[in-house]
């Protein structure tokens, strides 16, 4: 029969496009997903940087002031100092006493605070230059005090002093600079923190619409699938039913003619007085129409796997097996086979058709047998489970003719024998409905054989079917 | 044993092969029946229930059994099977499905319909005259049958 290659339906190429959707999909989810753990890690960063800039600021204001009350105490000190030199006062001592002890607390605290610190050696220059500067003015106090205003002017003017204030200064004003600038570099750093983290977000969003987008597409594309496999499913079912109606077509109708020859013929055989030639003839026509009702009949039962399939429920294989040996108990017993049954678990699939492949590849087993041995069959079984479904392999195994390996294929195509019709009877599609089976189920089927040894048939079935 | 009256055999069977051959069988099986045939259900039961062209006077005997094929064109031997088993005179008449069919569900369904037995025909004629002669010798001289209502 000729069987036209269709080309690959619109349905197969669309399956394709789905399944690229689908990986984009996944891509972009785990895209989205990275990209929301680094918005959120650049969000926390720039946080903690925003919080130490401002911490920063704050402290630096504080400290900024600090020292500027240190310099004030030290101008406090100078002019109450420039107050005595100029006057003698003894008024003016104590306001300087006050200036210069509360430039050291500070200058001390102040030393303490930041010893630790990158500006610990600007404190410590700038401290010792306080410490400069008092001892400066301690010793024109002294000066004036014991030896009169000229001997201290004469220290003003060599402008030590004044150098020394200019240095606290400059000195207080650097570090003012330096703490500004570093704060603005962390609040810098934190601006562009936060604009990462927005971009980051933009891009979130982005990619987040994307993936509506495709989501639409394949749920679109599901859709229309969906429907196509509708359609398909109705053909199939239109077609299996046109299958049904011609194969009770086939056995009605193909087979009347065919029972009438018989039927006549037989009438002929048995109430005429033929001669030998003519009866030979006779004969013969009888035998080729036999042969060909059976044919049909077989070629029936091949169809009836697919149209007259029951649906699956937990069936014994035991049971099954010891039934299809209870039918065969007079073939097994004329030859006397010796039929060993093992263990063999309980299955989903369709015990008709199940008893139908035990019973071809039993049969087989016992007719295919060595003409001086006794037919020895063995049943058993192995589960196979795995990560997406367990198996069970049957062998049914014996120690009859075999056959040359070359030949597996053939044996299981419909019609197909290995031997002629005078050497063993049947028709060839005792392994054809086997393999049919066992395809129906989701199974296969192996057959190893060795020429004289014996042939060894592997059902593999799933022990679970998809309803 | 009951003498042996010649039981009405009614036929339906639209192949008329099988007709001849089921007569020959009877003959050859020697058994004193009247057989009366009829090509499919329509006419079964216009001759069960006298009409039609069985509407004269003995024309159409009561049949003491009727061989019924299942597969018949206008009216199908499963549609006559439930008229007749839903007529209230005709229901005690013994019925025999005589079919080619060899399908589980048509024996199943005959016999759910009230069928007495379910044969399927055989190909060889020494086999149909072995039937024949089971089927007289079971049916008219082993069983007994209702009497006839005149």
């Not at chain 1, 197909?416 to 089927?445: C, D, F, P």
């Not at chain 2, 009727?66 to 199908?76: A, C, E, H, S, Y």
């Amino acid at each position: 029969m000729l069987i036209r290659l269709q080309r690959p339906s619109r349905l197969a190429l669309d399956v394709d496009h789905g399944v690229l959707h689908e990986k984009y999909l996944y891509l972009g989810l785990l895209a989205l997903v990275v990209l929301n753990l680094t918005t959120a890690v650049i969000s926390v960063a720039s946080l903690r940087n925003f919080t130490q800039a401002r911490d920063q600021a704050r402290q630096s204001i504080t400290t900024n002031i600090e020292f500027a009350d240190v310099y004030s105490d030290l101008r406090d000190a100078e002019s109450a100092q420039r107050g005595y030199l100029i006057t003698g006062n003894q008024d003016y001592l104590t306001p300087y006493a006050s200036g210069t002890s509360k430039a050291q607390q500070l200058m001390t605290r102040l030393r303490r605070e930041f010893q630790h610190t990158t500006y610990n050696q600007e404190i410590s220059q700038i401290s010792t230059l306080t410490d400069q500067k008092i001892g400066e003015m301690n010793h024109t106090l002294a000066l004036r005090k014991t030896q009169g205003f000229s001997a201290a002017v004469a220290v003003v003017n060599t402008n030590y002093g004044l150098d020394l204030m200019h240095n606290i200064q400059a000195k207080l004003a650097s570090m003012e600079n330096e703490t500004n600038a570093s704060t603005a570099q962390r609040d810098a750093r934190a601006n562009r923190y936060a604009l990462a983290a927005y971009g980051g977000l933009a891009a979130s969003f982005a990619l987040t619409l994307g993936l509506i987008y495709f989501l639409r597409r394949i749920f679109r594309r599901l859709r229309f699938q969906s429907s196509q496999l509708e359609i398909a499913n109705e053909e199939l079912g239109r077609s299996n039913r046109e299958l049904q109606d011609f194969a009770s077509v086939a056995s009605h109708d193909l087979q009347e003619p065919l029972r009438k020859i018989q039927a006549f013929g037989d009438r002929l055989a048995t109430t005429s007085h033929l001669e030998p030639d003519t009866q030979v003839y006779l004969d013969r026509m009888l035998d080729a129409a036999s042969r060909m009702r059976i044919l049909i009949e077989d070629l029936l039962t091949y169809s009836r796997v697919t149209t007259k399939a029951k649906p699956f429920r937990r069936v014994s294989l035991k049971r099954i097996v010891q039934e299809v040996l209870s039918d065969m108990e007079i073939r097994i017993e004329e030859t006397g086979a010796v039929v060993t049954v093992g263990r063999l678990p309980s299955i989903e699939a369709d015990a008709t058709q199940i008893r139908q492949l035990f019973q071809n590849l039993i049969s087989n087993a016992v007719k295919f047998h060595k003409t001086d041995v006794k037919p020895s069959i063995k049943i058993h079984s192995k589960i196979d489970r795995s990560d997406i479904q367990d198996m069970v392999a049957i062998t049914v195994e014996d120690n009859g003719i075999g056959f040359d390996q070359k030949y597996t294929d053939r044996i299981f195509t419909i019609f197909q024998r290995l031997h002629g019709r005078n050497e063993y009877e049947g028709t060839g599609i005792g392994l054809a409905v086997v393999r049919k089976i066992v395809e129906r189920h989701g199974g296969t089927v192996v057959a190893e054989s060795e020429i004289g040894k014996g042939s060894r048939f592997i059902v593999t079935l799933p022990i679970k079917q998809q309803q | 044993m009951v003498e042996a009256t010649p039981v009405v055999i009614l036929m339906a069977d639209d192949d008329e092969d099988d007709r001849m051959l089921a007569q020959d069988a009877l003959k050859e099986s020697h058994l004193m029946n009247d057989l009366r045939t009829v090509g499919d259900g329509e006419e079964l039961l216009e001759y069960l229930q006298r009409r039609g062209k069985y509407s004269e006077e003995g024309s159409a005997p009561r049949p003491g059994i009727i061989l019924l094929d299942l597969n018949m064109p206008r009216k199908d031997g499963r549609e006559a099977l439930k008229e007749i088993k839903a007529d209230a005179e005709l229901r005690d008449i013994p019925i025999v499905v005589f079919t080619t069919s060899q399908a589980e569900e048509d024996i199943y369904r005959s016999y759910k319909l009230g069928v007495n037995s379910f044969i399927t025909k055989p190909v060889t004629f020494e086999s149909l005259i072995q039937v024949m002669q089971t089927l007289g010798k079971y049916w008219f001289e082993v069983v007994e049958l209702p009497s006839k209502k005149q």
